[in-house]
């Protein structure tokens, strides 16, 4: 054998050696196409879903909130002060949204602020025990893909989200969740099967302020052009709310730190000398 033939056949066998065990390569063909940038169809707050079913003690929540946006207030919107939105509200998809499908997760991202980015975990595991997870605002997410019809192809992705970090809301308007961070969110996400360029996302939310599961179908549409452009933002440059204790601030254009209604008290300035 030559020193060429010898060469090659390290070079195979390194390789080989290299390779991952049980590796399977993803069959595309397999898997609806989500590829490119998508953007959202209609309002991004939950209003097209109706009135929301609270127990009197989370409409008390909400109304109040409502009150508190009306006199200048955050109105318990945590992404007021550049919190991230989490589930569901980064499905609201408020910028372009991508899938990536890998073998064992499915990879949504929001070219958003916050780190806006969700991992399905698509490869068969269950869900982890409080000591192996730590709640996220994105939460923990298992999925499965499905086949309604039995072509041998995926038809939809259906998700349940749990492990949820608090405070989170549905939307900009404050509708609110259960303290008790035991919100669980199913979605199911498939393509529109006359415009495969339309994307639905049916979302229901169990959570215990209220009194029935509550649902919503979102709806983006697929970005056509050839490159698509992404967006980025960085929520502190431009934030003017500020949040000390329990009181919501703004700061003006000079960077002075202004009330947000008429005869609220400034905050604590016992750390401050006074001249």
């Known amino acids: ?78 992404s007021q002060y550049c919190i991230p939105q989490g589930m569901p509200m980064m499905m609201n998809i408020y910028d372009p949204m991508e899938f990536v499908i890998t073998q064992d997760i499915t990879y949504i991202l929001v070219s958003h602020v916050n780190d806006s980015y969700r991992r399905v975990y698509t490869d068969g595991r269950g869900w982890p025990t409080e000591e192996q997870f730590v709640p996220t605002y994105a939460g923990y997410s298992v999925g499965k893909w499905v086949d309604d019809d039995g072509d041998g192809k995926f038809d939809a992705l259906e998700i349940e989200t749990r492990h949820l970090l608090n405070p989170r809301v549905y939307d900009a308007s404050g509708l609110p969740f259960h303290q008790d961070g035991q919100t669980v969110i199913k979605e199911r996400i498939f393509l529109d099967k006359a415009d495969k360029d339309i994307v639905y996302n049916e979302i229901t939310v169990f959570d215990n302020a209220l009194t029935r599961p509550w649902s919503i179908t979102k709806k983006a549409k697929r970005v056509t052009r050839d490159r698509p452009l992404w967006r980025t933002a960085v929520c502190a440059e431009d934030n003017a709310r500020v949040r000390i204790e329990r009181e919501d601030y703004f700061l003006s254009a000079e960077g002075k730190l202004m009330p947000t209604r008429k005869d609220q008290p400034p905050p604590d300035l016992r750390y401050f000398p006074r001249k």
């Open 1 to 78: 054998m030559n020193d060429t033939h010898v060469m090659g056949a390290i070079a195979l066998a390194a390789a080989l050696l290299m390779a991952p065990v049980g590796a399977a390569a993803l069959d595309e063909a397999k898997y609806p196409d989500l590829k490119g940038q998508w953007d959202r169809i209609g309002p991004p707050n939950w209003t097209p879903a109706g009135k929301p079913p609270f127990t009197p003690e989370y409409q008390a929540v909400y109304e109040a909130n409502r009150a508190d946006m009306a006199k200048g207030g955050a109105g318990g919107v945590p």
